[in-house]
């Protein structure tokens, strides 16, 4: 399968000579003479793929059984013509109208019981037998009619799946789903009832009839009802995508599948998704309007090179402004570059947008395109027409692999278990932005990072970072012991290995997971009261700020290195660190002050013998590695508008985009991209 997939992801390369460039190309919103000038518009800007008919349905099969495939095969010979490749998308996330409207029972129903009706788009119960046999109907139509055409390069199933359906087809899958899990017949109800605990309140189930979907909670409800749930809806948009994908393939094997995930989303546990593509994708569009949204942008590039250990592709992002938040700031000039680079870097094998032409009308006509309503006059064409002319200078890139001896955990079970369930200690966790709060301090001082869930191989990393990971499988347990035991060090912060994959506390607490790794227990969670900042002391003396939690902890083979000033748990650990076999725990009770937890994170990685990527460089410039057998890439790219830095070189090389050699240092003004091709492996 992985085998296949490298092999179908190769292909693609050598046939777009490296980098893919392009975007979602919408042919149906135009007249036909406007095509003519789009492809030679593309060929100017260096496009070599585009995604087309994502949310064609409507014009594909205008009434039930009636297909129009002319358009679509005028848009895919004319592509062709120009040696324009084609990501070919099944329509299945906009179905039409006369589906809507003849089957309403295809339409999701929110968790509120109203049905989510025609008019915007995702507006399917991924459950429904009826849309899904709808969608493999046009599916088919399409793998048919076009698998053999030679522009097809790509399968782009669906887009940015996502809809949540409380439906009573829902609640009949969503039995056998719990079936498939726990069994089923009374043993497996049985098994139900214990690990939802339905001892409490009385919420014991004598028949399978009985269980349904979680209402929205009008108070309180169970949580592991509801963390099944959000397990189950993950899977029920998989088995969609995978009653497509194995369509397409059925027809033609020999080309990669995938469809396009999103930042930071929830509903769908994408470890799982991605092993079933060829090839991770992903839709990302940095707020302009905040400074360090690059940030979040890269942990979500490294998050997606690591769900497959594989480059990925940049399927969508923004020439400039989107169109979905209360104000939509432009990218200034040469944000949309670096960032496209940034993407580059972090193991994209693509720079694609949404879209090629802005659409005249519809929800997203001020959204941004690679060519704007003011078209090539327009500072925003300029810069996509430069990109697309310059990628090919770094073509040597694509395909190449990233290294990385810190793995950082990011899991869909630990945040569903802290955000989708209720009745914790404090119920207003971020996950995402807890891991993004450490993972900062790691890309601001230039620390390749891997990221890894809960099933992960942990022996190729020297550190692991774990942050509030509240709720962990026994396999990660004996995962994380083992790679202690073996050397590794572990980071850990508060409020993890608290319960099982059923939402129960592990016992003896806390943390039941973890107790023997931090060598000491918790006896009791404090979160903070508003506002309320506690003083940490270090064992140099130095007082750092916390706010938000406390533990009060039992120490047992673990020492304190940093404990709390004043307050009730005054002078008691804040901050433990034990030896468990060859490695070393940290153990982080607090939240520390953004400057203590990036000081305690990095004297971590130090210990453990990790070294950077490059030793001197402001926290502004971001620096990664990507290798092939013979090669190696540095990049280097500084985020400041306004500040301009110089960085020390570890090899002599070639910088790529200017052809020029370097030696020593590299300077790098204000938004600046440097690729520098090594002489040596460094
Ligand atoms: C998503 C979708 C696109 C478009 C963009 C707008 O990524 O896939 O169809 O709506 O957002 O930013």
């Not at 009434?63 to 070919?88: C, K, Q, Y």
């Not at 994908?245 to 998704?273: C, E, G, H, K, Q």
């Not at 890309?443 to 709720?471: G, I, M, Q, T």
């Not at 070294?611 to 990049?635: G, I």
Request: contains cysteine; charged residues 20%.
């Amino acid at each position: 399968m992985t085998r296949a997939a490298s092999a179908r992801m190769a292909g693609l390369r050598e046939r777009l000579g490296g980098f893919a460039f392009g975007g979602d190309y919408n042919p149906e919103q135009w007249d036909r003479p406007v095509w003519d000038e789009d492809v030679r518009l593309m060929r100017q800007a260096g496009v070599n793929l585009v995604t087309l008919g994502v949310f064609a349905w409507a014009s594909l099969e205008p009434e039930p059984g009636r297909f129009t495939f002319d358009w679509l095969d005028d848009a895919m010979d004319l592509l062709h013509r120009n040696g324009i490749s084609v990501d070919l998308a099944t329509p299945t996330a906009a179905p039409p109208v006369w589906l809507s409207q003849r089957h309403p029972g295809g339409l999701p129903v929110m968790e509120d019981g109203e049905v989510f009706g025609f008019g915007n788009r995702l507006h399917f119960d991924p459950g429904s037998q009826i849309y899904r046999e709808h969608a493999a109907r046009i599916t088919t139509k399409l793998a048919r009619r076009y698998s053999r055409h030679p522009a097809l390069a790509m399968w782009h199933i669906g887009n940015e799946y996502g809809p949540l359906s409380y439906s009573d087809t829902a609640a009949i899958r969503f039995r056998r789903w719990l079936q498939r899990r726990y069994g089923d017949g009374a043993s497996g109800l049985e098994a139900l009832n214990d690990a939802w605990y339905t001892r409490f309140w009385s919420q014991r189930y004598t028949s399978w009839e009985q269980v349904a979907p979680p209402e929205i909670p009008r108070s309180w409800s169970n949580p592991a009802r509801r963390l099944d749930f959000a397990r189950f809806s993950s899977d029920v948009l998989l088995e969609c995508f995978l009653a497509e994908r194995d369509i397409v393939r059925s027809v033609r094997d020999d080309i990669p599948v995938l469809t396009n995930f999103m930042r930071f989303y929830r509903r769908a546990d994408y470890w799982r998704w991605a092993d079933e593509e060829d090839a991770v994708a992903l839709d990302i569009y940095p707020d302009p309007g905040r400074d360090d949204s690059r940030v979040a942008a890269a942990l979500n590039f490294d998050l997606m090179r690591s769900l497959r250990g594989q480059p990925w592709i940049l399927m969508e992002q923004a020439a400039s402004a989107v169109s979905q938040w209360t104000v939509n700031n432009v990218k200034p000039p040469g944000r949309m570059r670096l960032g496209s680079y940034q993407a580059i870097a972090h193991g994209s094998d693509s720079v694609m947008f949404f879209q090629w032409r802005a659409s005249r009308g519809g929800h997203e006509r001020f959204h941004s395109a690679m060519l704007p309503h003011s078209g090539t006059g327009a500072r925003t064409w300029r810069e996509v027409e430069a990109l697309g002319n310059e990628l090919p200078s770094i073509a040597a890139v694509a395909g190449s692999q990233s290294r990385a001896q810190v793995a950082l955990l990011f899991d869909w079970d630990c945040w569903w278990g802290l955000e989708t369930t209720h009745g914790l200690p404090r119920n207003d966790f971020d996950y995402p932005a807890i891991v993004t709060g450490h993972y900062r301090p790691l890309l601001e001082a230039h620390h390749a990072v891997d990221l890894v869930c809960l099933d992960s191989d942990l022996s190729r990393y020297k550190v692991l970072v774990v942050p509030n990971a509240y709720l962990v499988s026994d396999d990660f347990v004996a995962a994380a012991k083992r790679f202690v035991a073996g050397g590794g060090t572990l980071v850990c912060s508060f409020f993890s290995g608290v319960v099982d994959p059923a939402n129960q506390v592990r016992q003896p607490a806390y943390p039941g997971a973890f107790r023997a790794l931090i060598g000491g227990y918790i006896d009791e969670y404090w979160p903070a009261r508003e506002g309320e900042r506690f003083a940490v002391r270090f064992a140099d003396g130095s007082t750092v700020d916390a706010d938000w939690w406390q533990e009060s902890i039992q120490l047992e083979s673990a020492r304190a290195t940093a404990w709390y000033a004043g307050g009730l748990l005054a002078d008691r650990p804040a901050v433990i660190e034990n030896q468990y076999g060859a490695g070393r725990v940290v153990y982080i009770g607090t939240r520390l002050a953004e400057e203590a937890l990036r000081d305690t994170l990095l004297a971590a990685v130090r210990s453990a013998g990790v070294a950077p990527v490059v030793d001197e460089a402001p926290s502004f410039v971001e620096a990664t590695r990507r290798y092939t057998a013979d090669a190696e890439f540095l990049f280097l790219l500084n985020h400041s508008d306004s500040e301009s830095a110089v960085v020390p070189l570890p090899a002599a090389g070639t910088e790529l985009l200017t052809g020029s050699p370097v030696s020593d240092a590299i300077p790098l003004p204000p938004l600046a991209v440097a690729v520098i091709r090594m002489s040596t492996g460094s």
